[in-house]
C-alpha cells in the first residue's frame, strides 16, 4: 500500500499552540488507519410534507414496491413520463440546518435530555469529507460554529450557488428521473395496508421533492461523536415501531436503520466504460448508505432515453469489496473505503481540535478549493446560522 497511510498528521490541539496554527489539512497525507466506526443508532426522525412543513413523525416515509415483471413487461417505464408537471423545490432557499435542529428541540423536549456528540450535521456534508480523496474535482464550503459545546456543520450555500455551473436541459431531466424512480418505485404505506388501487395509481400524480423522510442517527468514528440527518428514501418492508422495542435485549433489538434502503438511477452498463463509471459512482452510494447505516442500496438501471430497464439490489458493506475486485476502475479511479474512513477520521478530528471551542458563535469557514492538496480553515465576521427556536432551548 501507499506510504502514507500510517502517518498521522501533526495537529496539535489548539490550547499548545504558541504560534497562530496554520490551518490547513493535506487531503493526501490526512490518514488515520484504523479507528472504528461506531454502529449508527437512530435517535429520531422527521418529515417534510408537501409543503414543506415539519412533522416530527414517520409520514413522509415511503414504502419499497417494484416488481421486476412490471419493468420487464413494459419494455421499460418511461421516467421522462411527467416531466412537464414536476413539482420542483427551489433549493436556493438557505434551509441551513433547520429541520434537524427542530427535529433535535422535538426529541430533548419529549426525553428530558440533551442529544451528546461533538459533531451536529447533515449526512450529506460527512459524504462529501468521506468522498474527498476521491473527489478532488469538486470544491465545497462548509460553515462551522461551536455552540453549547457541540460543533455544528452546514454547507455555505452561497458558495454553492455561486459556482455550480447552471444545469443545463438534459442534466435537469436526467435529475428528474432519479424522483420519478423513487416515485415508481415506492408506495406510501406498508403493502399490506395499501389497497390495490394506490399500489396501481402510485405513478399517476405529479412529481414532487417537497416531501422528504429524514432519520436522525447518533454514530462516531475515532473518537470524535456525530449526530447526523440524512434522507432515507423509503423502507424495505416496514419500519419497527419503537413501542415494539421498549424490551431492552439487544438480542430482540429491531433496528429501524435495518429496513431502509437507498435509491439511485444509473445508465444500463454496456461497455467497460459504463462499468468503470458506475464505479466511482458506487462510492457515493456506499458512503451516504454507510454513514447512516442503511444495509441496502437499490439502483435503477435505465437507458439514455430514461426508460428504466431493470433494478438491482446491492449490500451497502459488499459494495468496497466490489469495487475491489473488479478489472474495470483502473488504478488512477479506483476508491477504497478504509483510505476514505481514514482521511474522514482525520479531518473530523482535525476539525475538533483545530476550531476554537472556547469561542462560541463564531462561524469559521472550511474550504476545498478544486483540485488543491488542502482543506483549509479560517475565521469569519458572520453571526452564526444556528436556528433561533434551537438557541433559544439550549439556552434554557
Ligand atoms: O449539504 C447538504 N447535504 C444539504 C442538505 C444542503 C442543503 C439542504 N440539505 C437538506 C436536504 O434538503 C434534506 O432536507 O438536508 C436534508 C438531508 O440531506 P442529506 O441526506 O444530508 O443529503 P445528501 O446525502 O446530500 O443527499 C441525499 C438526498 C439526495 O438524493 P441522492 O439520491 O441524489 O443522493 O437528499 C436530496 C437528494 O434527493 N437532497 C436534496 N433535495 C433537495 N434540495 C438537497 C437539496 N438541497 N440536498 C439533498
Ligand atoms: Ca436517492
Redesign the pocket.
Known amino acids: 500500500s501507499t506510504p502514507w497511510t500510517n502517518s498521522i498528521p501533526q495537529v496539535a490541539p489548539y490550547g499548545q499552540r504558541q504560534q497562530v496554527p496554520e490551518l490547513s489539512l493535506p487531503i493526501s497525507s490526512a490518514r488515520i488507519r484504523g479507528p472504528a466506526m461506531r454502529q449508527p443508532r437512530e435517535v429520531t426522525s422527521f418529515s ?1 410534507d408537501e409543503s414543506r412543513n415539519l412533522h416530527f413523525d414517520d409520514s413522509s416515509l415511503s414504502y419499497f414496491y417494484l416488481l421486476q415483471d412490471d419493468v420487464t413487461a413494459s419494455g421499460g417505464i418511461d421516467l421522462s413520463a411527467g416531466y412537464s408537471v414536476f413539482n420542483k ?1 427551489d ?1 436556493t432557499v ?2 441551513h440546518l433547520d ?2 435542529l427542530l427535529a433535535l428541540v422535538d426529541l430533548e423536549k419529549r426525553t428530558g435530555k440533551k442529544t451528546t456528540g461533538d459533531i451536529i450535521t ?4 460527512v ?2 469529507l468521506l468522498c474527498l480523496p476521491y473527489s478532488m474535482n469538486e470544491g465545497f464550503e462548509l460553515n462551522a460554529v461551536w455552540f453549547d459545546k457541540q460543533l455544528f456543520i ?2 455555505n ?1 452561497p458558495y454553492k450557488l455561486a459556482t455550480q455551473r447552471p444545469p443545463d436541459q438534459r442534466s435537469e431531466l436526467m435529475s428528474y428521473w ?2 420519478k424512480f423513487e416515485q415508481v418505485s415506492t408506495i406510501p404505506k406498508p403493502w399490506n395496508e395499501c389497497s390495490r388501487q394506490e399500489i396501481e395509481s402510485r405513478s399517476q400524480n405529479p412529481v414532487s ?1 417537497f416531501a ?1 423522510y ?1 432519520s436522525v442517527v447518533k454514530t462516531g468514528l475515532g473518537d470524535v461523536r456525530m449526530v ?4 432515507v ?1 423509503c423502507a424495505w418492508d416496514y419500519k419497527p415501531d419503537p413501542k415494539d422495542n421498549i424490551d431492552n435485549d439487544p438480542k430482540l433489538f429491531d433496528n429501524p436503520l435495518d429496513h431502509y434502503v ?3 438511477t444509473n445508465r444500463v452498463i454496456q461497455s467497460d466504460r459504463d462499468a468503470s463509471a458506475f464505479e466511482n459512482k458506487l462510492l ?1 452510494v456506499w458512503a ?1 448508505s454507510f454513514l447512516l447505516g442503511v444495509p441496502k442500496a437499490i439502483i435503477g438501471f435505465r437507458t439514455d432515453q430514461g426508460y428504466l430497464q431493470t433494478f438491482e439490489e446491492f449490500e451497502t458493506q459488499k459494495i468496497p469489496g466490489i469495487v475491489k475486485k473488479s478489472k474495470y476502475a483502473n488504478q488512477y479511479t479506483k476508491w477504497d473505503g478504509v483510505d476514505a474512513l481514514a482521511f474522514l477520521a482525520a479531518s473530523l478530528r482535525w476539525l475538533k481540535t483545530m476550531i476554537p471551542r472556547a469561542e462560541e458563535n463564531v462561524v469559521w469557514r472550511i474550504r476545498y478549493l478544486p483540485r488543491s492538496d488542502y482543506l483549509t480553515l479560517s475565521k469569519t465576521d458572520q453571526h452564526s446560522f444556528l436556528h433561533t427556536e434551537f438557541v433559544k432551548w439550549r439556552s434554557e
Open positions: 417534510y423545490r433549493d438557505d434551509e429541520g434537524l447533515w449526512r450529506g456534508i459524504t462529501k452546514e454547507e450555500l432519479g424522483y421533492n422528504q429524514c447526523i440527518a440524512g434522507e428514501d437507498e435509491l439511485k457515493r451516504q
